[in-house]
């Protein structure tokens, strides 16, 4: 069983479309973040939740909004993308106030 | 080997040497410092932390060895087999602020066979 999934693996959409990433653990934990990892391998959290409240928003564009429906799931909406989004982005959980965090296999989107 | 761990470095070593990956923090405020290791195609994965009033601690086959004096950070993996390939990236945390864990640039390794 997966601990941390998140679907689409990879995406590949125009400019100005909206689009969605979902993520789901089964581990049980309080805290969800979303990651943007760039082509130089940098990792930069985005947002934190934990129990489906935001905790950290870190000066990411209003464009991107993130939704938790439960303390499972931490989905990832971007409206109006641009070609600067292109990135991997990963979502991970941990317990709270844990040190290890658990990631996802990553979501690959290339914006055209 | 060794490597700072401040742009995107590659450190080769050879199959069985010892490799040290170095790393420099910012946030003397952190509770812990924690090592991940990322493959090629996945996520990172933890390796080991260490708390802030520690200095050394050790797991299997690797120690992470911490220098507040200096905010420096160096993972040491002992008897590198070609698994060990990946990308490596410390990361800093602050359990009482929102677990906001933050990484540094990583270092490439690759072992040679």
């Known amino acids: 069983d997966t601990a941390v999934s998140q679907t689409p693996k990879y995406l590949v959409t125009q400019m100005g479309n909206d689009k969605s990433i979902k993520c789901e653990q089964n581990?049980?934990?309080?805290?969800m973040y979303w990651y943007k990892q760039d082509s130089k391998k940098f990792l930069k959290i985005m947002f934190s939740?934990?129990?489906?409240?935001?905790?950290i928003n870190e000066t990411v564009p209003n464009r991107f909004s993130p939704k938790s429906p439960d303390k499972a799931h931490l989905n990832l909406h971007i409206n109006s993308l641009e070609l600067g989004d292109s990135a991997v982005y990963f979502c991970?959980?941990?317990?709270?106030?844990?040190?290890?965090?658990?990631f996802g296999q990553g979501t690959r989107l290339t914006v055209v | 080997g060794e490597s700072v761990g401040l742009h995107l470095p590659t450190l080769s070593v050879q199959e069985g040497d010892n490799s040290i990956i170095n790393c420099a923090y910012s946030?003397?405020?952190?509770?812990?410092f924690i090592w991940y290791k990322q493959e090629s195609g996945k996520g990172p994965q933890f390796i080991i932390d260490?708390?802030?009033?520690?200095d050394k601690r050790q797991g299997q086959r690797v120690t992470v060895l911490l220098n507040k004096t200096v905010k420096h950070l160096s993972l040491q993996i002992a008897a590198t087999q070609p698994g060990d390939s990946a990308v490596y990236f410390c990361a800093e945390i602050l359990t009482g602020g929102g677990n906001k864990l933050t990484f540094g640039t990583g270092t490439q390794l690759k072992v040679e066979l």
């Open positions: 581990l049980g934990h309080d805290t």
């Open positions: 260490i708390r802030s009033n520690m």
């Open positions: 991970a959980s941990s317990q709270n106030r844990g040190t290890e965090a658990f």
């Open positions: 939740y934990n129990n489906k409240e935001l905790i």
């Open positions: 946030n003397s405020a952190s509770d812990y």
